[in-house]
Each structure stands twice: as structure tokens, then as C-alpha cells.
């Protein structure tokens, strides 16, 4: 018999007549007996996969039959350089051809296509009659006899080097690794070979397996593996830069999955309802990807392919409630969590397991339609803030499991069925895609109740209009100024850095790197938005030529702020990033010219760039221009009525006092602090706003008439307000989603004031502070457990200080129960804190009654000795006119995005057509078109 040649990869395929995934499940009890006996020198050498069982349980007489052997075929054209590129086609598509549903870049094309490598789609599949050429190659298989242990087999194949020839199980086949951390990775094309860990540094790992509650258990509908059976739990001493150096690893690492999708939820202090919302979206999305039996990348087994990781900020900050969600669905077992390893300091928490039940947002248990899902809980010992969370991501575990797409999700945000899948088709469509934005909705309650709230209201209309006209605009230039936390996916090769270390996650991750060190205030601000940076980065990559785009059909629910104090403070984040990280681009433009974008796309970079600019200098202004426009609007109350005055300097005086109580409202309090200063202030300017509004429309209707040149101008200001929310309305309807327009306009119109003064105010007067404004959060104690993990006189690993939870059943029916109570969270404040409120309060009103005072009596003093009036007004009808000319030009990309996206849509149409043969454009004769029917 021949061996395997060395550095050839061995591919083992077992005959079998039945391979049905339930009769797995119920193997007898001689090969599961046999199975627990031989699984423990299996793990020790990597060996931890799904389908471990199936190479046993598929003979189910073993045990009365020991000479009884298992044929393995072998394919041996497979070199250590990995398997070679082959091309993988979504949906009905064939293999004689691509169009746009064919996966276009999960091959990298700078590996070489080895001559050896063959398609391995048909090999390994159970119970397959062969035909007679691949019975002959049985004349060179190896043959092994089933009483042997499956780690002998395993050593067998390895190389010299002790690397083992073994590959992964999501090639549509059953395959899996004998020698991690061994193993040289294999990926299709885009590969990364993991170096090997010290043998030092693996054996102090603290890495445990625990059985999960019985509870859950007996609901399962799949046992046969540890990977639902077994909580795995890790304790990471290392920094997240140093994991994969020091030998950590996944349970999805060691079975050598092929990663298409890593999706990573961020958390910090929400409670169960926003985690279960997110976490069972997701899960629907992933039985979506199972769903689409005809694609050659998804398919029942899609769910091997995807890994959701759940990130926590604070092991003390995380929610009560949250714990007890995932201790319900087997994932957290608080009892395992080590606070020490050998004298280090624990920095994260790491729980696996593959769950497949999941509880929605009604805390209602749900199996039906869903399949299991690969689910990492990485609970950080302290509070780092999400950009950590991120860096855990990004450097600790996408190396790992390196991933095609990463999604970013936010917790609290509900994912359509669909999203995850249209995300991922972006990346396949289109080679050059870094990014995508998904599209942000907002939460609207039942039957849309929260609408009533005007707060809620306004931001639903904001979202709605930035996804119809902004979001598509920036798509078709290609760069998109941020991609939402709430919902966003990137391509892991994208944000590697370049060989000298700089690059997109290089930029991204200064931000935490300066968190404790002397930095300015642009910098500072800057990276309160440092998503942005990211896209940028990304866009500007030295020789490259990546891209952003949106994708409308993958949407994500979102709950947004309620009250003012929370709806300030995240405003004032946003903005002071959003307008530091755009005057970084600005000031950045250059790196645009050392890509290899075309000269084309350079262009297109520019007028974004100028547009950009344009939106810069309004925002700049907007105070100024609101007030402005406030005063002309108004003051046309001087000529419809006699004492128009008297109602003219009330309102204009009354704004003056509001825009000045604003600034030093903001200078002196929290929004939490002063929550009815800034509620007055709000109200006041909506009145203001609303008066100029309806002056000038009565004024423009009396005046249509009037030949006089500054009627005229009035009459100009008018249609061009009526012409920009026109165009919103037209854009809305040409999306096929209107309703905004009639149940969210309203509420938009009168907070707008807000948006413009209360919001620009607050952030300008607190660029000093540079916090994230997170929400209210509990203080609790941490729990101490010390684990010591050392090497015993027999060689085997000891670990000392470990007490292993005996009554998990029993705790799994408590927390289960207390699920269902109603949570309710009780606000704890900081003495000292409330104290500074307090003084900074009292200190406010004193100020701004001395200032008032002042500033009143000026006014009057002012009023009573001049007089203006109206005259030709050229600025304000050059600034309403050019908010017009923006909203058209928002319109007209927006249009074009639309045009775009169908026009791909019908050619994708009919190349599908074509292929199916039923794409004919009959031959139509001048003298008779219609001959040959009858």
C-alpha cells in the first residue's frame, strides 16, 4: 500500500450507506461509550469537530465485528500550499459561466492556481456510488482499523514537521484537523498561515468544558456533538494583540471551519430585550443563509460558516438581566469565570458554544425554523470603552477565524431576515467593496405610538432622509463619509494593515492608544468618530483602490433617545466626530492620489469633496442663518399688519435671549443636570421658528400680486422652501417609502430649531469633553476566583483552584424563572456627582439672570432709539436658494443610485435567463410580424 507522499494533502472520505443527520444523533450506547473514551487524547491533539461522531457512528457493529474495517478514500492531489481557488456560485447559477450573482473575490487572485488542485465539490460526501474510475483508486487507499484511536490515525498523517495534512469541514465534506494548534490554516485563497504557539505558553491556558443544564439539553434536537453539548469557557490572560502569539484559540478554530461571516455585537449596560432582540434576528438570519439550498456557498450547512461574537465593555457594568439571557441559553455559566490565571490578572471571559435555541424579545423560548448557530461571549474584565471591544475583534479574534465579512451590529438593533445575507452579497458582487451601510430605521413601537413622541418623530424623518438622499449620493461616488455601528459590515483583507505596520485598523486603533496620553482637542474629538476615520482609511489605502456602498435591503431596527438628556449628549458625540473627522478628510485630500483609483474615481472623490465642503461652511453658520432667516421671515409682520412691530421685536428679542441663555446653559450643565432648562429652551425656539414660518407664508400669499422687486424676493424665498421639501417628498415616493413625509414632517419642522441651535450649541461649548456620553450604569462588585494552571509529575496538565459547578440544574431552573420577572433597574447617582449638578445649577441661574438683566435693558435702550426697514433682501434668498440647490443635487445622485440598482437588477435578470434558455428575442418580419401565429 502506498502512503500519503509527504507535504500532499489527504482528503478522508468514509462509505457508508446512511449518513441522516437525526439517526447520528441516536448512535448506540457501545460507540458512544467508546467515543467519551477516545475524546479526551483526541482534544489533546486538536481534534474537536462536529462530524467526529459520524466516523464512528456510521458502524454501528464494531464492537461484534473487531476486524471489521472502515474504507477511507483518499484524494491526493492536494499540496500544504492549500487548496487552489475554485470558483463558488450563489443561487441556480452553473459552472460554465459568472455573471453578477457569482462570488467574485472570496479567492484571492494573487494565489496561484496549483496545478494538483482538482474540484473537490463531490468528494466526501456518505453513502455515494462511485463510478468505476473512482472505484480503481481504491486499489490505493489506506485502510484503518476501527479499534485503533482516532488520534493514532491522526499522528499517522502528520508531516515532519508535526503540522497535520488534515483540512477543514465546511468544503462540502467531512474534514477536520488532528494536530491543533499545529495546523496550517487553509482558506479559500485569501489564507493566512497562524504560526505555532510555544507548547509553554498553550499549557498555561485555563480552558474548560462544562456540560450545559439539562434543561436545555434535553430540547436539543442535535447531541451528537460537544460543540452543543459542552460551555466552552477560556480565561485570556494576553492583550488582544497577543492572543494568536500566545496560543489562544476558538472552538471554531479547531475545527477548522471555513469563516464567511464573523458577526460582532458590541454591549455595554443594555438590558435583555435589546440583547434578545438583536441576538434572535440574527439567528434568523442565519437559518436565511441555510435556506438558499441552491447556492454553492450556503445551503443547510451555511450555519458552520458563520460565527456570532457577542463583546461586553466591563464585567461590573454589564447588565443583571443580560446574564441571566445567555445563562438561559447555555452560553454563560457564571460559576466558570476566573479572576486570576497563574497570577495574572484576567482581561477577558471567553464562552463558546453552539446554540440552538434562541428567546426573542418577548422572553418566549424559540426552536422552530431556526439551526444552530456558533456563538463567542467575550465578557471584558474592565470597562475600555467599544473601540477596545473593537480592537478584541479586529486583532484577537478575526485572526483567528479569519473571516471574509465582519458585521458590525449594535445591541438593541433588530436585523431583517435578509440582512446579513445582502451584506455579504455586496462584498460577492463587487470585488473593490471595502464597506457597506445597512440601512438605520427607527423603532416605532406598536401600531407606531412613539411617533407621538416629537422627539422620536423627528429622528425618524432625519433617518429616513438621510437613507433616501445622503446614504445613496455618497454610494455612488464610492465613499461613504461613516458606516453605522448600528448596522455595517467590512472586508477583513480590507482593514489589514500594510506590511510596515500603518494602515486602516493602525488609524482606527490611535484612538484608545491616546485615550490616557496628552492630546489636543482636534485629535481628540476626532476620534469620538472614529468609524469615520475608518472609512476613510479604507477609501485612501496606499495602492489600493477600495470603495464603500450602501445597501438598502439589509435593514436594521434601532431604538433611539426618548428624552432630551440622552438625545444630547449623543448629539454632541456625533457632532464634534463627524465635523473634526470631515475637517481631517479635507485636510487629508491628497492621499486620494497615492491609490490606484481611477482617474475617474478621483474626480467624482473631488466633487465629494467640494459638496463636503459646501455642507462644512453651512454647518458652520447655521446659527447666524437661522436667525437671519428668522428676522426676515418675521419682520415681514411689520407690512401685513399696522402694529407688526410691536409682535416683530417680541419674537426677535425673545430668540436673542434663548440663543444666549443656550450657551451658558451648556457651558455650566449636564443635559441630565439641567434636563427643564434645555426642554424650555426647546420649546421656546419651536414657537420662534413656527411665528417666522407662518409670517412669511401669509406675507408671500398677499404679495403674489405685487410687482415691487422685494416682494418678489420674498415670493422667491417661499417657493424655494416649498421646492426643497417638495424634493424630499418626490425622492421619498420614487423609494417607495413615503409615509415619513405624512407622519413625521410635522414634528421634524418643529424640532428643527432644536437641531440647529440647541444641538450645534451644546457642542461647541463642550469641546473639552471628549467622553463617549454612555448610559447610566450601576456600580457593582466583581467576583474573585483564582485558577493556577501548571504541569503535574505525570506530565498531564493540572489545574489547582477550580470548583467545577455541581448543581447547574438546579441554577439554570432559578435564573430561567427569574427571566420572566419584570426588570426593573433602579438609577444609582453619584453623591459627589449630584452635588456638582447641584452648584452648577444654582451657579447657572445667578449667571444667566445677571446676563438677562443686562441684556434686556440694552435691547430696550436699542429699540427705543432706532428703526429699520425692510428692504431688498439678496443674502437670505441666496441662502434659501442654495439649501434648494443642494437638495437637488442630494436628489439627483440619489435618483441615479436608484437607476443603478435596477438597471443591475434587469441585466442580472436576464443573464439568468439566458442561461436557462429562455431568453429569445424573436426575429419579427416587416411584410407580416405576426406570421406563423394563428
Request: some cysteine; aromatic content about 12%; hydrophobic content about 35%.
Amino acid at each position: 500500500m502506498e502512503s500519503p507522499k509527504r507535504n500532499e494533502r489527504v482528503v478522508i472520505e468514509i462509505d457508508s450507506e446512511n449518513d441522516d443527520e437525526e439517526r447520528m444523533a441516536h448512535n448506540n450506547d457501545n460507540t458512544i461509550n467508546r467515543l467519551n473514551n477516545n475524546k479526551h487524547s483526541a482534544e489533546a491533539n486538536g481534534v474537536y469537530e462536529s462530524d467526529f461522531y459520524d466516523l464512528y457512528s456510521n458502524n454501528n457493529n464494531t464492537k461484534n465485528s473487531p476486524n471489521k474495517t472502515n474504507n477511507l478514500r483518499f484524494s491526493e492531489n492536494y499540496t500544504n500550499t492549500g487548496i487552489g481557488p475554485r470558483p463558488d456560485f450563489d443561487d441556480d447559477e452553473n459552472e460554465q459561466g459568472r455573471d453578477d450573482d457569482e462570488e467574485s473575490d472570496f479567492n484571492n487572485k494573487s494565489v496561484p492556481v496549483n496545478e494538483l488542485d482538482v474540484d473537490i465539490s463531490n468528494v466526501g460526501g456518505h453513502g455515494t456510488n462511485y463510478d468505476n474510475e473512482k472505484k480503481e483508486s481504491m486499489d490505493r487507499l489506506r485502510t484503518v482499523s476501527t479499534k485503533s484511536s482516532f488520534t493514532t490515525y491522526a499522528k499517522s498523517l502528520e508531516d515532519d514537521d508535526g503540522s497535520t495534512i488534515f483540512s477543514g469541514d465546511t468544503f462540502d465534506n467531512t474534514r477536520f484537523p488532528a494536530q491543533h494548534p499545529q495546523l496550517k490554516y487553509v482558506r479559500r485563497g485569501n489564507s493566512t498561515v497562524r504560526p505555532k504557539p510555544p507548547k509553554k505558553k498553550a499549557t498555561k491556558i485555563l480552558t474548560l468544558d462544562n456540560p450545559i443544564p439539562k434543561g436545555i439539553l434535553e430540547v436539543l434536537p442535535r447531541r451528537n456533538s460537544p460543540e452543543f453539548t459542552e460551555m466552552r469557557y477560556t480565561a485570556c490572560t494576553a492583550d488582544p494583540n497577543d492572543c494568536v502569539e500566545e496560543g489562544y484559540s476558538l472552538r471554531f478554530a479547531d475545527m477548522n471551519r471555513e469563516c464567511q461571516i464573523a458577526v460582532c455585537i458590541t454591549m455595554y449596560n443594555e438590558d435583555k430585550y435589546c440583547l434578545a432582540r438583536t441576538l434572535h434576528s440574527i439567528m434568523r438570519n442565519v437559518s436565511y443563509l441555510c435556506k438558499r439550498e441552491k447556492s454553492k456557498v450556503w445551503g443547510p450547512n451555511g450555519w458552520k460558516k458563520v460565527q456570532v461574537i457577542i463583546i461586553s465593555d466591563g464585567r461590573a457594568k454589564i447588565n443583571k438581566g443580560s446574564l441571566d439571557y445567555l445563562t438561559s441559553l447555555g452560553i454563560y455559566q457564571e460559576d466558570m469565570a476566573k479572576s486570576t490565571v497563574n497570577g495574572q490578572a484576567v482581561k477577558a471571559h471567553i464562552f463558546e458554544l453552539t446554540s440552538q435555541i434562541s428567546i426573542d424579545d418577548e422572553l418566549n423560548y424559540i426552536s422552530k425554523d431556526l439551526v444552530p448557530v456558533q456563538i463567542v461571549f467575550c465578557l471584558k474584565e474592565e470597562n475600555q470603552k467599544k473601540i477596545n471591544s473593537h480592537r478584541w475583534l479586529f486583532n484577537a479574534f478575526c485572526p483567528i477565524l479569519d473571516s471574509t465579512v465582519v458585521a458590525l451590529v449594535d445591541v438593541g438593533t433588530r436585523l431583517n431576515d435578509s440582512a446579513l445575507y445582502h451584506m455579504w452579497k455586496a462584498f460577492d458582487m463587487d470585488s473593490n467593496v471595502a464597506g457597506v451601510a445597512g440601512q438605520i430605521k427607527t423603532m416605532k413601537g406598536k401600531y407606531g405610538l412613539k411617533l407621538l413622541n416629537p422627539l422620536v418623530a423627528s429622528q425618524n424623518f432625519e433617518y429616513k432622509m438621510s437613507n433616501i438622499l445622503d446614504k445613496p449620493l455618497e454610494s455612488v461616488f464610492g465613499y461613504i463619509s461613516v458606516l453605522p455601528g448600528a448596522l455595517s459590515a467590512y472586508r477583513y483583507r480590507a482593514l489589514k494593515n500594510h506590511p510596515d505596520g500603518t494602515g486602516p485598523l493602525h488609524s482606527y486603533f490611535l484612538g484608545e492608544n491616546q485615550e490616557n496620553a496628552n492630546r489636543d482637542v482636534f485629535t481628540a474629538n476626532m476620534y469620538l468618530a472614529e468609524d469615520r476615520i475608518l472609512c476613510w482609511e479604507l477609501v485612501a489605502k496606499r495602492d489600493a483602490k477600495w470603495i464603500l456602498k450602501y445597501v438598502k435591503e439589509a435593514t436594521g431596527e434601532t431604538d433611539v433617545p426618548e428624552e432630551p438628556p440622552e438625545f444630547i449628549s449623543q448629539r454632541r458625540r456625533w457632532l464634534n466626530g463627524a465635523m473634526f473627522a470631515a475637517l481631517y478628510a479635507q485636510l487629508h485630500f491628497y492621499q486620494i492620489w497615492k491609490t490606484k483609483h481611477s482617474f475617474i474615481r478621483k474626480f467624482f472623490f473631488h466633487l465629494e469633496f467640494f459638496y463636503q465642503l459646501v455642507q462644512f461652511l453651512f454647518s458652520w453658520f447655521s446659527i447666524a442663518n437661522f436667525f437671519l432667516t428668522f428676522y426676515y421671515l418675521a419682520g415681514s409682520m411689520n407690512v401685513i399688519i399696522k402694529h407688526g412691530i410691536v409682535l416683530f421685536t417680541f419674537f426677535k428679542y425673545l430668540l436673542i435671549c434663548t440663543i444666549c441663555a443656550l450657551f451658558i446653559i451648556s457651558m455650566g450643565n449636564r443635559p441630565q443636570g439641567a434636563n427643564h432648562l434645555f426642554i424650555s429652551s426647546m420649546v421656546i425656539l419651536s414657537i420662534c421658528s413656527t411665528y417666522a414660518l407662518i409670517t412669511g407664508l401669509v406675507f408671500s400669499f398677499k404679495t403674489l400680486k405685487a410687482t415691487d422687486t422685494s416682494y418678489h424676493v420674498f415670493l422667491d424665498v417661499v417657493v424655494s422652501l416649498l421646492s426643497t421639501y417638495g424634493l424630499y417628498a418626490f425622492t421619498s415616493i420614487m423609494y417607495l417609502d413615503p409615509w415619513h413625509i405624512i407622519t413625521s414632517i410635522v414634528q421634524y419642522l418643529l424640532m428643527l430649531p432644536t437641531f440647529v441651535c440647541t444641538l450645534q450649541i451644546f457642542a461647541f461649548c463642550n469641546t473639552h469633553d471628549v467622553s463617549w456620553g454612555t448610559k447610566g450604569s450601576t456600580k457593582e462588585q466583581k467576583p474573585k476566583s483564582e485558577a493556577v494552571v501548571k504541569e503535574g509529575p505525570d506530565g498531564q496538565t493540572v489545574i489547582t483552584g477550580t470548583e467545577w459547578p455541581q448543581d447547574i440544574d438546579k441554577k439554570y431552573i432559578e435564573i430561567r424563572n427569574r427571566l420572566k420577572e419584570n426588570e426593573v433597574v433602579k438609577k444609582k447617582t453619584d453623591p459627589v456627582e449630584k452635588n456638582n449638578d447641584y452648584y452648577r445649577d444654582v451657579r447657572t441661574r445667578i449667571v444667566m439672570l445677571w446676563m438677562l438683566s443686562n441684556l434686556v435693558m440694552c435691547m430696550i435702550v436699542t429699540q427705543v432709539y432706532a428703526a429699520d426697514e425692510i428692504s431688498n433682501n439678496k443674502y437670505l434668498a441666496f441662502v434659501l436658494w442654495s439649501v434648494a440647490a443642494l437638495a437637488l443635487f442630494r436628489s439627483f445622485f440619489s435618483m441615479t443610485f436608484l437607476f443603478l440598482q435596477y438597471l443591475r437588477m434587469i441585466i442580472s435578470y436576464k443573464h439568468k435567463l439566458e442561461r436557462n434558455g429562455s431568453w429569445r428575442i424573436p426575429k419579427l418580419s416587416l411584410s407580416n410580424p405576426f406570421k406563423g401565429k394563428q
